[in-house]
């Protein structure tokens, strides 16, 4: 009986070894990358050439151009990438940390909640890249459990063949040109744009909310899904503020951002679980992700300090109307971002539709 006793504990602990505060191990220290980036690309040859990203996004695709450039630049490395909703993908790394199968190795998620979370359990590797201290600090881990590695932001947007001029302001969004033109993404589907709605209402009332609904707004599921339909030649859906296509959209494609109103910026967390079956392979994608190779040509706003907004466009630093250190605040706290959720649902219903990974949209 003791026996048995003894084995299932050591069988269990060896299992959820680390769900629990780590503090007092006082073994947070992380490692701090000394290799240049070809030498960090041997080590992951050697260790097998394969790298298991799950990254945060609404279209499948998302990732492609990432895996592209990746591989091209690492000729016999794999990047095995997998785009989901990151509140679907953050579940799914939990239940990997639970029954102690991890085979994710790297993880970029608009959830950054869960990486202080995640750290707290011992899940994750402490880890320097080479650009580390080129973040902006606000957007870093002291010791490197997790960083930015991309800054997403809503902008507005509009097809220039259907609308005379974009709009400037929120206040804009309820002029009668745009009544059945307006496509948004549900925000009770995505906490970033709950966070839109939120910083949209804090500021403009309850009955900017009202005039929007009677303008008669597609309410879709996904931040891609209206600029796929904004783009489409044959729609009548014209005008959003629930997406991003970058900084320099191609035509017709207008964007604006508001300079009274707030907008939604944030930078993606990205973090090495610690059990990782492929540690070289993703300090290989992470330090690619921060070089500045990659963050200059990526055409948004970069995570590090030393690499300038693109043309025409400050430092989001700079800007009034965007606090990209907001984001994780919102985030963290659940229970006011049910309450909002669940107002939401009230108003416009429950997302309709399948998911925008699994339609044609
Ligand atoms: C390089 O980093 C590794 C891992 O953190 C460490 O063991 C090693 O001592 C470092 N080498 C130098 C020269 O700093
Ligand atoms: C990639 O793999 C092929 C086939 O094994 C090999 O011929 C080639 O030298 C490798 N390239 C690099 C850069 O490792
Ligand atoms: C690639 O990723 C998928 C999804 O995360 C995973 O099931 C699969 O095992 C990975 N493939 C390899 C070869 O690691
Ligand atoms: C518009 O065109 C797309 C293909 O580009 C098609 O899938 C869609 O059904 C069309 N929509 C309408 C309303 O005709």
């Known amino acids: 009986m003791f026996k048995l006793h003894t084995l299932c504990c050591a069988a ?28 960090i690309y041997e ?23 990432l895996k592209q450039a ?31 199968g991890v085979y994710v190795d790297s993880v970029i998620l608009q959830t950054l909640h869960d990486y202080p979370r995640w750290d707290d359990e011992g899940a994750l590797l402490h880890y320097i890249p080479l650009d ?3 973040i902006q600090p606000s957007f870093r881990d002291l010791r490197g459990a997790w960083y930015g590695v991309a800054v997403f932001a809503w902008s507005f947007l509009w097809n220039e063949n259907r609308v005379s001029e974009g709009p400037k302001e929120f206040d804009d969004f309820l002029r009668p040109e745009y ?12 906490d970033a744009v709950l966070y839109a709605f939120d910083l949209i209402m804090q500021q403009y009332g309850y009955e900017w909310f009202e005039k929007l609904l009677a303008q008669n707004p597609r309410w879709v599921r996904g931040t891609g899904t209206p600029v796929t339909l904004l783009s489409q030649s044959n729609g009548t859906s014209s005008v959003t503020f629930t997406s991003s296509a970058g900084l320099a959209p191609t035509s017709p494609i207008g964007i604006a951002f508001p300079t009274k109103g707030q907008f939604v910026s944030w930078a993606q967390r990205a973090a090495i679980l610690k059990d990782s079956p492929h540690p070289e392979g993703a300090k290989l994608l992470h330090n690619y992700i921060l070089s500045e190779e990659y963050q200059a040509q990526n055409g948004g706003w970069s995570v590090r300090k030393d690499i300038p907004a693109p043309e025409g466009y400050q430092d989001l630093a700079d800007i009034p109307s965007s606090n990209p250190n907001g984001f994780e605040g919102f985030m963290a706290d659940r229970e006011r971002a049910e309450r909002l959720r669940l107002f939401f649902e009230d108003k416009i219903g429950t997302p309709q539709g399948l998911s925008s990974l699994k339609d044609d949209l």
């Open 12 to 39: 269990l602990s060896a299992w959820v070894a680390s769900a629990y505060d780590v503090t007092l191990g006082f073994n947070g220290a992380p490692q701090i990358e000394n290799r240049t980036i070809d030498e």
């Open 43 to 65: 080590a992951a040859l050697a260790e097998g050439g394969i790298v298991t990203l799950w990254h945060g996004g609404d279209e499948t695709n998302q990732q492609d151009s």
């Open 70 to 100: 990746f591989e091209a630049r690492f000729p016999n490395i794999t990047l095995n990438v997998t785009v989901d909703v990151s509140k679907y993908h953050d579940g799914n790394i939990d239940r990997q940390l639970a029954t102690g």
């Open 132 to 134: 580390f201290f080129n």
């Open 179 to 190: 009544k059945d033109k307006l496509v948004l993404t549900y925000p009770n589907d995505d």
